[in-house]
């Protein structure tokens, strides 16, 4: 669902890293990247929207869009808003680069 709506607010290079067999911390990463501030705050509210709309409760949220990044977490799940320069600089691929790549 989270990329399918930032898929649908234009955001770019979206994927989801399963992480299960890495790690205890969550299930799966999704990682997106975004064009602008504006950019970033559109999609996390169409994504918050949407898991609330189906009863999906949040954990936390960290970062703002004046901050270039936002993480949503819903314990399962992990999602990753990035400025592209952001999402370059971080490189969470690589730093996760044993997980699998799923396809949405």
């Not at 994504?47 to 819903?74: A, C, F, N, Q």
């Amino acid at each position: 669902m989270a990329a399918t709506e930032a898929e649908e607010k234009k955001a770019k290079d979206i994927v989801i890293l399963d992480l299960q067999p890495l790690t205890i911390l969550t299930d799966y990463f999704v990682i997106l990247s975004c064009e602008s501030q504006v950019q970033i705050k559109t999609v996390a509210n169409a994504i918050m929207d949407k898991l609330s709309e189906k009863s999906v409760s949040m954990h936390h949220i960290e970062g703002t869009p004046e901050s270039r990044w936002i993480l949503l977490d819903y314990n399962g799940v992990i999602i990753h808003i990035f400025h592209e320069e952001l999402r370059n600089y971080y490189q969470l691929e690589k730093v996760w680069g044993d997980a699998k790549k799923v396809k949405f």
